[in-house]
C-alpha cells in the first residue's frame, strides 16, 4: 500500500516548512517499490499467557516471563526483515491477570542492545514502571513485582530506553497485557472468548523499504517515521474469520507517530465499550473513533451472517494545522477484514450501561500544573535524566493543564495513573474521551485539563515520566520526570 508520488512529494514540500533542518527525502528511497499484500492471510492472535502461579513468602505471584530478542519477519511473503520481539520474533504474548492478584515479570534481555520494559497504563510502583531508569544490559534481566489494583482494562508493555524507543518498538516490541476484575462486573457480558470474539489488535504503521525491510525517517516530518504500510499484529492483509454475532476488538495504536481515526468501509455503527482505563459509563455509539499513538479503544462489532467488512482508518482529524493536509492525514488505509461465517454463534446483547464514573478530583483543592509542549521540549526544557522536574504528595489530587503551542500535533502520556480529562479549551471532551485515560491527543494549538489522584506509592528515588508519545519526539527529549514522596 504504497503512499502515492504525489502525497509523499506535498508531505515532503511541507515538511521542509516546519523542519527545514531535515534532509530531503532521507531515507526513503525505493519505499514506493513495497509490493503491495493483499489482503488474506489470517490475522495472527499473540499467545495468550496467563503467567504461573508461584508462591513467594507464602504470597501467591503470578509470574510472567519476557525475553526481549532479535529476529527476522516477513511483511512481505518471502523478504525477510530484521525485527523484535518478546518470546520470539515479533511483538509478544498477550499477558492477563486480574485485579487484586500479585504480579511478577521475569525479564531476561537477549538483544545485543539494553532495553527496559514499560507496563503502560499500569498503576503501579514508580519501581516497577520501566521507564528510561531501569535499563537492562545485554544478558542482564529484571523482575518487576506489584499488585493489580485498577479496573479491568486492556493496557500494553513497550521498551522505554532514552533516545531508542522508536527504533525499538517499531522493530516489533510491544504487547499486551490485560486486566480483568475479581469478579464479574459490568462487563462481564462483554465478547470475553480470548482470540474468538474478543481479538486483540495491535495496529503499527510500517516504513517498508522495496526489499521489504523497516526503515525509519524521523526527520522527515514533524510526526517522525510515517510507516507506507498497515500491520495488524504484525501482518500486511490480514483476515479475521468471524464466528460469532459480535466481535470485541481491542484495538491498541502501537504506532510512532500516525493517528487512525478507525471505523468500517461501509461505514456501520459500532459500539465504544472501554478506553484506556476501562470501561465507558455506557456503550457509546460511534461510526468512527480516532486514536493516537498509544491510545486503546475497546469496540463491540455487529456482524451478518456470510459478510465480509473491512476495519479501515479514514483520514484523522489532525486539527488546524498549518501547512494542512501534510502529516499523514488525508488518506484512507484498509487495516484488516473481518469475514462473518455463513452462521453465526449468537453473542448475549450490551448492557445499557455500566455504571456511572467517579467523579474525577475536586478542581479547588487540587494542585494545579502547567505543562506547555512546545517543539521538542515541555516547559522549555528537555529531558534530562538527572532531572527531577517535581514532586508530589501520595495520592494527591492533581490537575495539569497541557498546552500544545505548535501548528502540528503531539500527545501526552503520565506513567503510574490513570486520568480523566476535564475539557479541551474550555469545552466538554468527546465522550470517547470522557473515561479513563493515560494518552489523550493534543492537536495544534489546544490546551487540555486533566484531573487524577498522584500514584499511591512513595518512593523518593525511583521517578515516573511524563510525555509526549509521538515516539521520535520522546526520542528527542520531550519528557519530563517527577517523584512521588511523603
Ligand atoms: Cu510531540
Redesign the pocket.
Known amino acids: 500500500m504504497p503512499l502515492t508520488r504525489r502525497a509523499f512529494l506535498r508531505a515532503f514540500s511541507a515538511a521542509a516548512v516546519l523542519a527545514p533542518a531535515a534532509p530531503a527525502l532521507a531515507g526513503c528511497a525505493g519505499t514506493e517499490d513495497v509490493p503491495a499484500v493483499p489482503f488474506g492471510a489470517r490475522l495472527p492472535i499473540p499467545p495468550l499467557d496467563r503467567g504461573t502461579v508461584e508462591t513467594s513468602g507464602g504470597i501467591p505471584v503470578r509470574t510472567f516471563r519476557l525475553a526481549p530478542q532479535a529476529g527476522t519477519h516477513e511483511y512481505v511473503p518471502g523478504k525477510a526483515a530484521e525485527s523484535m520481539g518478546y518470546n520470539g520474533a515479533l511483538l509478544g504474548p498477550t499477558l492477563r491477570a486480574a485485579r487484586g492478584e500479585k504480579v511478577r515479570v521475569s525479564i531476561e534481555n537477549r538483544l545485543a542492545e539494553a532495553t527496559t520494559v514499560h507496563f503502560h497504563g499500569m498503576m503501579l510502583p514508580a519501581a516497577a514502571d520501566g521507564g528510561p531508569h531501569a535499563m537492562i544490559d545485554p544478558g542482564g534481566s529484571a523482575a518487576p513485582e506489584w499488585t493489580i489494583d485498577q479496573p479491568a482494562a486492556t493496557l500494553w508493555y513497550h521498551p522505554h530506553p532514552h533516545g531508542s524507543t522508536e527504533k525499538q518498538v517499531g522493530l516489533g516490541l510491544a504487547g499486551l497485557f490485560l486486566l480483568d476484575e475479581a469478579q464479574d462486573g459490568p462487563g462481564a457480558s462483554l465478547p470475553h472468548e480470548y482470540g474468538v470474539d474478543d481479538i486483540p489488535l495491535i495496529v503499527q504503521d510500517r516504513r517498508l523499504d522495496g526489499s521489504g525491510k523497516v526503515a525509519f525517517d524521523p526527520s522527515g516530518n514533524s510526526l517522525g517515521t510515517l510507516g507506507n504500510s498497515i500491520a495488524a499484529n504484525g501482518t500486511l492483509g490480514a483476515v479475521l474469520p468471524a464466528t460469532t454475532q459480535r466481535v470485541r476488538l481491542r484495538i491498541l495504536n502501537a504506532s510512532a507517530g500516525r493517528w487512525f481515526k478507525f471505523g468500517f468501509a461501509d461505514h456501520r455503527r459500532f459500539h465504544m465499550v472501554a478506553s484506556d482505563g476501562g470501561l465507558l459509563a455506557a456503550p457509546l455509539e460511534l461510526d468512527a473513533v480516532q486514536l493516537s499513538p498509544a491510545e486503546r479503544a475497546e469496540i463491540v462489532v455487529e456482524l451478518r451472517p456470510g459478510e465480509s467488512v473491512m476495519l479501515r482508518s479514514f483520514a484523522p482529524d489532525l486539527g488546524r494545522v498549518s501547512p494542512p493536509d501534510a502529516f499523514g492525514g488525508g488518506r484512507d488505509f484498509d487495516v484488516v477484514r473481518l469475514d462473518a461465517a455463513a452462521s453465526l454463534a449468537p453473542s448475549s446483547p450490551l448492557p445499557a450501561a455500566f455504571g456511572a464514573l467517579p467523579e474525577p478530583v475536586d478542581a479547588r483543592t487540587a494542585t494545579s500544573r502547567s505543562f506547555t509542549?512546545s517543539g521538542?521540549q515541555i516547559n522549555g526544557r528537555t529531558m534530562d535524566m538527572e532531572r527531577i522536574d517535581f514532586t508530589a504528595a501520595p495520592g494527591a489530587p492533581e490537575v495539569w493543564f497541557v498546552d500544545n503551542v505548535n501548528p502540528y500535533?503531539?500527545?501526552v502520556h503520565v506513567h503510574g495513573v490513570q486520568f480523566r480529562l476535564l475539557d479541551i479549551n474550555g469545552a466538554p471532551p468527546p465522550p470517547e474521551r470522557a473515561g479513563w485515560k493515560d494518552t489523550i491527543p493534543l492537536l495544534p494549538r489546544e490546551r487540555n485539563r486533566i484531573a487524577f489522584r498522584m500514584p499511591r506509592y512513595a518512593d523518593a528515588e525511583h521517578p515516573y515520566m511524563y510525555h509526549?508519545h509521538?515516539l521520535t519526539?520522546e526520542d528527542q527529549g520531550?519528557m519530563g520526570q517527577f517523584t512521588v514522596a511523603s
Open positions: 509542549f521538542r500535533q503531539h500527545n509526549c509521538l519526539h520531550m
